[in-house]
Nanobody, 117 residues
Framework: QVQLVESGGGLVQAGGSLRLFCAAS????????MGWFRQAPGKEREFVAV???????RTEDSVKGRFTVSGDVRKRLLYLDMNNLTPEDTGVYYC???????????WGQGTQVTVSS
């Protein structure tokens, strides 16, 4: 089993910044990717960003240029730097770890990000 714990969420004004952090514990990561998803009120959970074990990173188009994902999957650490936040970025942000083995898909409990206008 893998446990993921997020931190760093909070309330910020539009145009502000936040840094989210995710730490994983439990079994050793081999061939995993770690990423961020978010869920706004009344909407489905959506992809935000991912980083692979080899360090390749990808962000969703709507946050590209404002959000940066970083970390070290082998060390089970993940960050999300969010700049120039807008009210549309409000939601619960979830850390995810996904491996190649069947059933290797784990989620954190989420951290709330609220952007006021």
């Amino acid at each position: 089993q893998v446990q993921l714990v997020e931190s760093g969420g909070g309330l910020v004004q539009a145009g502000g910044s936040l840094r989210l952090f995710c730490a994983a514990s439990g079994r050793t990561f081999r061939r995993y990717a770690m990423g961020w998803f978010r869920q706004a009120p009344g909407k489905e959970r959506e992809f935000v960003a991912v980083i692979t074990e080899g360090g390749a990173a990808r962000t969703e188009d709507s946050v590209k240029g404002r959000f940066t994902v970083s970390g070290d999957v082998r060390k089970r650490l993940l960050y999300l730097d969010m700049n120039n936040l807008t009210p549309e970025d409000t939601g619960v942000y979830y850390c995810n770890a996904h491996g190649l083995a069947p059933g290797a898909d784990y989620w954190g409990q989420g951290t709330q990000v609220t952007v006021s206008s």
